[in-house]
């Protein structure tokens, strides 16, 4: 098939694993004779270096025309002055919303062999495999703000539509696992929560009476999802909570650089990024993780492209890689001999070859 893609690398470590995902999609693109075009453009801070707005408007134009969107990451500290009148960050926010992706799906699937590289005990993580729905669009990341000299205010504010096309997804999704269904709140204090409660248990009783849900106060998900990981399957939450525990979670997996995820919503046009940031700490030194990227540029494949032979040979030789002991810094334990992430991206595309 012929497709388009747009990839923003933005900032620091975002345009080294940014590479090893459209490196991974070339290879695909060769081995299985699809045509994949690539149209590179400005996001965060690298577009405010260059034209003082974090999402230029042929950043938007393009990501539209597109068939789907590869991202790694933006921010860092060069525009991270609290008194910075424009952000990285916002440009993040403005192409989540510009394009309706208002799903963000982030799988947690733990190999077996990256146990040691986790904090949590390895028993722990037995038969660990949730997929955290995060409602990607609203929240209190999109409310109206204030500060002056004294005070600042971050609006919180959720509609029931938006609530219930968030539930409707991670329902589905339920459907076809195990039908268990968590949804995450702070109804003991938030209205936003109490309205979250009401509209899912309403959604669940008259669309989704066959699944087992359990709703969850998100400082004791917190806890659980440390303590008993593998009771999760589907897990549905507002957009901050998600993002915070998806972090958490990540340590599951053994690191913050393993986690992909995928952002959709209407429209065929995902948006893929690993869940990390733009790690300023590793920025520029050829170590990050690019495992995290390469899986979301197989959901890209799986979700956008509808390729799924493909996502799966992606996965399945991201897994053998790992399983022929080949480690970034950040996963290797004593012992391992460790790989730069162009060395590790390219045994992933030497794996795709052999298949
Ligand atoms: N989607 C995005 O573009 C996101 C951007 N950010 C931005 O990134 C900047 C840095 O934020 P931090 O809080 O430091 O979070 P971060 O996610 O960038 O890094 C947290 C820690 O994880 C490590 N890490 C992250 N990705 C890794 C990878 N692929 N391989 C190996 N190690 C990895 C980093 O080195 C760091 O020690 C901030 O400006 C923040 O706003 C943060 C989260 C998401
Ligand atoms: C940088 C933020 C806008 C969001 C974030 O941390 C994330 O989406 O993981
Ligand atoms: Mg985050």
Redesign the pocket.
């Known amino acids: 098939m012929d497709a388009l893609i747009t990839v923003l690398p933005g900032d620091g470590i975002g345009p080294e694993v940014a590479a090893a995902g459209q490196q991974v999609l070339t290879a695909i693109a060769e081995k299985y004779g699809h045509k994949f075009s690539y149209s590179e453009q400005l996001i965060g801070g690298a577009a405010i270096d260059a034209i003082g707005n974090p999402l230029p408007p042929d950043t938007v134009a393009s990501c539209r025309e597109s068939n789907a969107v590869l991202l790694g990451a933006v ?1 860092g500290p060069k525009w991270s002055d609290p008194n910075a009148t424009v952000r990285p ?1 916002q440009g ?2 403005a192409i989540r919303a510009e394009l309706g992706v208002f799903a963000n799906l982030r799988p947690v699937q733990i190999l077996p062999q990256l146990a040691g590289a986790s904090p949590i005990k390895s028993e722990r993580l037995r038969n660990v495999d949730m997929i955290v729905v995060r409602e990607l669009t609203g929240g209190i ?1 999109f409310g109206a703000k204030t500060r002056d000299a004294t005070s600042a205010s971050d609006l919180c504010v959720y509609e029931r539509h938006e609530i219930e096309r968030i539930v409707r997804v991670a329902a589905n999704l339920a459907r076809n696992r195990s039908g268990k269904l968590c949804s995450v709140d702070k109804a003991n204090v938030l209205e936003t929560s109490r309205l979250w409660r009401d509209v899912t248990s309403k959604l669940i009783a008259t669309e989704f009476s066959d699944l087992n849900v359990e709703h969850m106060l998100v400082d004791a998900a917190a806890m659980h999802l440390i303590n008993r990981p593998s009771d999760f399957d589907v897990v549905v939450t507002e957009n901050m909570f998600g ?1 915070i525990l998806t972090d958490e979670a990540s340590m599951l997996a053994g690191s913050l650089g393993m986690l992909p995820s995928a952002s959709i919503g209407e429209s065929e046009c995902g948006l893929y990024e690993p ?1 990390h ?1 733009s790690a300023p700490d590793i920025a520029g030194q050829g170590i990050a993780n690019p495992c995290g990227t390469i899986a979301s540029a197989a959901l890209l494949l799986r979700y956008s492209l509808h390729l799924n032979e493909e996502a799966d040979a992606v996965e399945a030789a991201i897994r053998q890689v790992i399983a022929d002991g080949k480690r970034t810094a950040d996963i290797a334990v004593d012992g391992d001999q460790v790989l730069s992430t162009q060395a590790m991206t390219q045994a992933i595309v030497a794996q795709l070859e052999q298949r």
């Open positions: 921010g960050e993040l926010l990341y993002d869940i940031g």
